[in-house]
């Protein structure tokens, strides 16, 4: 089969598919590179990133030391709340489980009679202990849980690159999701009475760049 495949499509042929193939895809990059520019900065981050993987370097030390430094802001109670080991969320500074017996649902967003949009709106509700809020309000479906309760840096860092456990996402969009998405925004904009992470999201973004530009490695 390979091999009349091959007669029938010589060599040239397939020489000039991969010729044009590669005249296109640096203007698609640039082109994709201006459209993000003309956005937020924090998409001007990620333009940046997109245009200096070709160029990645391979530091095993520095990407980890990068990583450590974002993982700060995962462990902190605003994204791990969101992102338990079991099938309920978590609620304060101390991580309890969730009270009222609410649960994840197969996609995320509770089960039938507890959603979670029963009592999160689409935005924090004004006043200390109300349910913040947000359009997406809701935890990972139940077949992409996205653990970081009880993970080390590293066990996440694996999970985080596993295609099998992230959705099957590329390093770029997941500098993509952790820059732009609102939920991930939201941790920064928690309503009152809860402590913002530990770095701000330029200087996370920062750091999971750095992670990816230096080649990713993971912490042990
Ligand atoms: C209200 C709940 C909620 C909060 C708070 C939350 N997340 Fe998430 N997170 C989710 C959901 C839901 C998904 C799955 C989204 C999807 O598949 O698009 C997710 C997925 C992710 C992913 C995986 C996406 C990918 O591209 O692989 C990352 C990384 C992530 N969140 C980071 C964070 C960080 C960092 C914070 C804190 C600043 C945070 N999350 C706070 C609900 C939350
Ligand atoms: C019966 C109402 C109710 C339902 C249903 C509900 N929540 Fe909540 N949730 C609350 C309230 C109220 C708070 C605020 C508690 C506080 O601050 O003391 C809260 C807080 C949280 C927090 C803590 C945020 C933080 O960082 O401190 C998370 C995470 C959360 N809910 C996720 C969910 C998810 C996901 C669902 C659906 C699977 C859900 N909730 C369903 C009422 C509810």
């Not at 802001?73 to 489980?97: M, T, Y």
Request: net charge positive.
């Amino acid at each position: 089969m390979s091999k009349s495949f091959a007669k029938k499509w010589p060599m040239q042929i397939a020489l000039v598919v991969w010729a044009v193939l590669a005249a296109c895809l640096p203007a698609l990059a640039q082109q994709q590179a201006a459209l993000a520019t003309s956005s937020s900065s924090v998409h001007a981050i990620v333009a940046a990133s997109t245009a200096t993987n070709n160029a990645a370097r391979s530091d095993a030390a520095a990407a980890q030391a990068a990583f450590n430094r974002a993982w700060t802001v995962f462990a902190s109670p605003r994204c791990r709340n969101c992102h338990p080991s079991g099938d309920a969320p978590l609620q304060g500074e101390d991580g309890h489980v969730h009270i009222q017996d609410v649960k994840r649902g197969p996609d995320g967003k509770g089960v039938y009679g507890m959603k979670c949009s029963t009592c999160h709106q689409v935005a924090n509700l004004p006043g200390a202990n109300m349910p913040p809020g947000n359009p997406k309000w809701s935890l990972p479906p139940a077949n992409m849980k996205m653990v970081i309760q009880g993970e080390t840096a590293g066990e996440f860092c694996r999970q985080l690159k596993d295609p099998a456990k992230n959705g099957h996402r590329s390093l770029a969009q997941i500098i993509e999701h952790v820059s732009s998405d609102d939920l991930v925004g939201w941790g920064w904009n928690p309503g009152e009475g809860r402590t913002l992470p530990p770095l701000d999201r330029p200087e996370f973004v920062a750091a999971m760049k750095a992670w990816v530009d230096n080649g990713a490695a993971c912490p042990q």
